[in-house]
């Protein structure tokens, strides 16, 4: 089945006792029991749901995986998967990712004995230099939030599939529609289902999909012993906004080349990250390992100026100012400020982030309003 019958159909029938064509928000807590554990598969609305068990399916088969699992946010979804590991493990993570996943990594989950290395992972010659036999997992994220770098997924799954170390990408940037990490040799694909998954900026959830049984099953474990569920009408929204993720991710694509291509040509402008520009220095990874480039552009203006940063910032009309992305509505980013705030600026400026970048989340409004707010905007 290709991905926008599935993206519609899979995993979803007709309500069982109604034929209703939408899958009900299964509101309860509990299940009635017919006696002393015989029931229908279900007990307890932690450990189960019928919303989410459909949602999980949903998520399993656009990402080509076997297992779904949902939490109540992105980094619920983290959390469950730094949990599979004991101290002294190590953790070798790219240094371009999203704070708050920094933040649980090196501030929370490192005081419990896990050992975190920040890395480029561009290159995959660096990875094999900073693996030692005590490394566990390799985490990634392409395109980078901000900087928009692209990771080779196969390259470096090669190095961690040799070694037995598990490989995780969040795919939160691409989304499914654009980019299935696990056919590309990752183990397990992370999602903040918040973004593109959800679409319509109303819903905070994470997800996990893999193809281990094992790893599936501790997951599941986890979800259930740490009890980081999303509820049902949350369920329910997301399920409905992956429906038309396909629609959305192709104008979210084409509107954020077209703005990457008018930011490139402003002479204000000093630097444009997207990986659908020619002159992004992995372009050709882009183009090979995704199907588009997807909705997020980062840039900077010339000279480097704060007030100047924040000024356009402010003067957006179309754009908000907020943190997210992924929504149909275009949001504008100050990740020294907001998203990446809790990474010490030494480390983001190692890593190319200045204070001065602007982040845009490109809507689906049309192409020629959010050029025009641009134009205003910079001046
Ligand atoms: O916000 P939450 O659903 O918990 O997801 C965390 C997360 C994980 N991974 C990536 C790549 C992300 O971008 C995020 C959340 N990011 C933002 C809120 C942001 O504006 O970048």
């Not at 307890?44 to 399993?60: D, G």
């Not at 499914?176 to 903040?192: C, E, F, K, R, T």
Request: proline share 5%.
């Amino acid at each position: 089945m290709k991905f926008a019958t599935k993206a519609i159909h899979a995993g979803v029938e007709p309500d069982p006792t109604t034929g209703a064509i939408m899958t009900p928000i299964y509101q309860t807590s509990t299940y009635v029991q017919e006696s002393p554990g015989k029931h229908k598969g279900y007990e307890y609305a932690r450990t189960q749901n019928p919303t989410r068990t459909v949602l999980q399916n949903n998520l399993a088969a656009i990402e080509n995986g076997k297992h779904g699992i949902c939490y109540s946010s992105g980094l619920g979804a983290t959390d469950a998967i730094l949990k599979l590991f004991k101290p002294g493990d190590e953790i070798i993570a790219s240094s371009d990712l999203y704070g708050g996943t920094y933040r649980i990594m090196a501030k929370v989950f490192q005081d419990f004995g896990l050992k975190f290395k920040f890395i480029g992972l561009e290159d995959p010659a660096v990875l094999e230099a900073a693996l030692t036999p005590r490394t566990k997992m390799v985490w990634l994220e392409t395109p980078t939030n901000p900087m928009l770098r692209i990771v080779d997924i196969e390259a470096i799954a090669a190095i961690t599939r040799a070694r037995n170390i598990l490989l995780t990408v969040d795919n939160t940037f691409a989304s499914p529609y654009l980019q299935n990490p696990l056919d590309l040799g990752a183990d397990i694909v992370m999602h903040s289902v918040t973004k593109y998954l959800g679409g319509h900026s109303d819903t905070v959830m994470g997800a996990i999909v893999l193809n281990d049984d094992e790893i599936a099953r501790q997951l599941t474990f986890i979800q259930n012993a740490c009890g980081a569920v999303p509820g049902p009408q949350d369920c329910f929204l997301v399920l409905r906004g992956i429906k038309t993720l396909h629609l959305r991710m192709q104008r979210h694509s084409e509107n954020a080349l077209k703005i990457a291509r008018f930011l490139s040509e402003h002479p204000k402008v000093s630097q444009v990250n997207y990986p659908g520009l020619e002159t992004h220095p992995q372009h050709e990874l882009a183009r090979r390992q995704m199907r588009d480039f997807g909705g997020m552009v980062s840039f900077t203006l010339h000279g480097d100026s704060l007030p100047e940063a924040v000024k356009v910032m402010e003067s957006f009309q179309v754009f908000s100012l907020g943190e997210s992305l992924g929504g149909v509505e275009s949001l504008c980013t100050h990740p020294a400020s907001m998203t990446h705030a809790s990474i010490p600026k030494e480390e983001r400026e190692k890593n190319g982030l200045k204070d001065t970048l602007i982040r845009l989340s490109v809507g689906v409004e049309d192409a020629d309003d959010l050029i025009e707010d641009l134009r205003q905007a910079i001046g």
